[in-house]
Structure formats: C-alpha cells, structure tokens
C-alpha cells in the first residue's frame, strides 16, 4: 500500500513539473527558461527536477516521448494476426478512451510547442521517424520494399489520420471515418504496389 501511495506522489510530482515546465517554455521561450525556474514554479528542488528529466530538453520532448513510443510499440507489438492498421486503430482508440485523463497537459504542450520552432523541429522529426518505422512494418507485412512508394503512402496517410484524430477530432466517429479512408485508400493503390 506504501508502495502506491509512493508511486502516485511521484506521478503527481512529474505531472506538477511538466505543467510548470510548459507553462514557462510557453510564456518565456524555451531557451530563456532554467531549470531552477522551472523547479521554482513546481515548488521543487533543480535535483527533483534532474531527477526526473536529466536534460531541459528531455523535459521539453517527455510527451512526444511518451506519444511516439506508445504508437511505435503497439504497432511493433501487436498481437499475433493483427493487421498494422488494426494496431493503428486499437491505438487511436485506447489514446482517445485515455485523452480525458491528459487534456490539460496535452493542451499545455501543443501551446508550448506552437511557441518554440526548435521543439517544433524536434517533434516532427520524431515523428517522421515513426511513420518511417511505420512503413517498414506494413511493408513487412505486405511482403513489400519498405522504401517503395506504395508503404511510404500508407503510412504518411497513417500519420495524417493520427495528427488529425489526436489532435483535431478526439471522437470515436473520427477514429471510424480515418481507418475507413485509410482502408479504402490501400484498397486504391495499384495492383502489385504492395507486392
């Protein structure tokens, strides 16, 4: 029972940082912003902070980190005889059932981000490299080169969806309409593209 009392005084330490740490990079730049700023407005120490973000920017990305990592594992991970695009959407699902808990946060961030074109960098070329990851999983499954253009469409289509579902149309009917187009597109692409 200690142990999880722990654990959710841990949790609420990391979210309170976070928070302050978005907050600040937003009203003040993320280059003009401290650690010791950020440890101030959490009312923390710069170690606690270090403790759980050894760099300013790992504090920065820690929710692209989070985001991009889970999308990566479940289509990595995904069980036996699970299509990519089932992974997709089960994905897309558990984000969305899970949105409410992280609203504010993610809210925080995107304001962030919006401010800093650095960060901005940063989070598309993370998610660049996971849509490229992407397409040599559904190559792999198609039995296809996943340099081909045909994998490279799907899953820059598969990224399109996830920025506008996450991002713009948080709703189970969003999440319907996405994988339909995405079905139907591959279902468009020319005989023997995904061969």
């Not at 730049?29 to 950020?38: I, K, L, W, Y």
């Not at 469409?153 to 991002?167: D, N």
């Amino acid at each position: 029972m200690a142990e999880g009392v722990r654990e959710r005084g841990k949790a609420r330490r990391r979210e309170a940082i976070l928070r302050a740490a978005y907050k600040l990079f937003e009203e003040r730049g993320f280059d003009a912003t401290t650690v010791a700023d950020v440890a101030e407005a959490a009312e923390v120490s710069p170690r606690t902070v270090t403790l759980y973000f050894p760099t300013k920017l790992d504090l920065a990305t820690s929710r692209l980190e989070e985001f991009t990592g889970q999308l990566s594992r479940a289509l990595a991970e995904r069980d036996e005889g699970l299509s990519t695009l089932g992974a997709l959407e089960a994905w897309l699902r558990q984000h969305l059932a899970e949105s409410d808990e992280t609203a504010e946060l993610d809210m925080l961030w995107d304001r962030m981000i919006d401010r800093n074109p650095q960060l901005r960098a940063i989070a598309n070329s993370r998610f660049t490299q996971v849509i490229q990851n992407g397409a040599r999983i559904f190559a792999a499954e198609r039995g296809a080169d996943p340099d081909s253009f045909a994998p490279r469409m799907v899953a820059a289509a598969s990224a399109a969806v996830v920025a506008e579902v996450c991002l713009n149309h948080p709703m189970q009917e969003s999440i319907d309409s996405a994988i339909a187009f995405l079905v139907g597109g591959i279902a468009a692409l020319p005989a023997g593209s995904l061969d």
